[in-house]
């Protein structure tokens, strides 16, 4: 049975896109509990699996069942667009303690065995002294596992954001729904949610939603937060396929030396918007050269730039797609 999000007027006036490197942490760390279901994460997976070996992250992985309840208060939505991880931890540790009861015992008894257990009995009978161990527990997990990779991943992210804003502009927001994912839909004021077990339905109320996009949600799309919390969707990020892998080489040889192939290269790289640091780092060259290749290609025409969030994201015009998308390059 699909789970039914049910708005009133005013909850689409209150719907907003927002990033969240606390939710992206405790994603990572179920990522690693669970790495079988998340194969585009497979290179960053060999990559942390030592580093996260010293973790002790048996904590977390208790509160994160295969399906049904997750702890609310480990990744509220995030206050604002742009809230930093520090942020957004500081307001985990001021959660008052006796709000986190029944969260924890909704999750325990989701996880088999969890509830009855010495770990889960010690999380129930202390809820102040556990809510400082798991907050600390995510702050390692942070340093360890996604602080290094967070300007690319905040890249992809803010990138899809821009995408899906304009998209809303386009086209409205029940079609929007449906582009974020074939699990969402949307009929008579409400939004269904298929595949996701536990509660059938919940009424905004004119809270509105939070959309979330996220490099390791992938494949599933996610929903939650019971009231004090702002509900939200949770939604796998566009682009997240060549996130750990080196692009190929799809500059053609007469575009490289109409532009020269450093240049060439920066405007076939931007499938999507991105960054001067996401594309210096895609493409191994120094910030300094991606900058001046970007300024040189939007005076040409072939690129548009504007601000959003931390960066300047740039994406290409029609002419700029004329010559770096396949269908449109002449034959070499």
């Known amino acids: 049975m699909p789970f039914h999000l049910h708005f009133e007027e005013k909850d689409l006036l209150r719907c907003r896109f927002a990033v969240s490197p606390l939710w992206e942490t405790q994603a990572a760390v179920r990522t690693l509990l669970r790495p079988g279901q998340h194969g585009y994460h497979h ?36 206050i604002g667009p742009y809230a930093s991880f520090e942020e957004e931890i500081a307001g985990v540790r001021a959660i008052d303690p006796s709000l986190i009861h029944e969260d924890l015992a909704l999750t325990l008894a989701d996880r088999p065995g969890a509830l009855d257990s010495p770990a889960g009995r010690a999380m129930l009978a202390d809820p102040a002294r556990t809510l400082r161990e798991l907050a600390a527990l995510m702050e390692q997990a942070w340093q360890v596992l996604v602080e290094p990779d ?31 994912s074939p699990q969402l839909s949307w009929t008579d004021s409400t939004l269904s949610l298929i595949g996701m077990k536990g509660r059938h339905s919940r009424v905004l109320g004119g809270q509105g939603l939070v959309l979330m996009p996220s490099v390791f949600a992938w494949p599933n799309v996610v929903s939650g937060y019971e009231p004090p919390w702002q509900p939200a969707v949770i939604y796998p990020a566009r682009g997240i ?6 692009p190929a080489d799809r500059t053609p040889q007469t575009l490289a030396r109409l532009l020269g192939r450093a240049r060439a290269d920066v405007l076939c790289a ?26 040189v290609l939007r005076a040409a025409g072939l690129l548009t730039s504007r601000r959003y969030g931390h960066q300047v994201l740039y994406e290409r015009t029609p002419l700029g797609i004329a010559l770096a998308v396949p269908e449109h390059r002449p034959q070499e």
């Open 241 to 246: 396929g060549s996130l750990w892998t080196a």
């Open 43 to 78: 290179p960053w997976l060999r990559r942390v699996r030592s580093a996260a070996a010293g973790l002790g992250l048996g904590p977390l992985w208790l509160l994160m069942p295969e399906s049904g309840h997750n702890p609310d208060f480990l990744c509220p939505p995030p």
């Open 150 to 180: 967070w300007p690319r991943l905040r890249a992809l992210l803010e990138a899809d954001i821009a995408y899906h804003s304009r998209r809303l502009a386009e086209v409205g927001f029940a079609r929007l729904l449906g582009e974020l």
């Open 270 to 295: 931007l499938d999507e918007p991105a960054g001067t640091s996401t594309l210096a780092h895609r493409l191994g060259l120094a910030l300094s050269s991606v900058s001046e290749h970007l300024s």
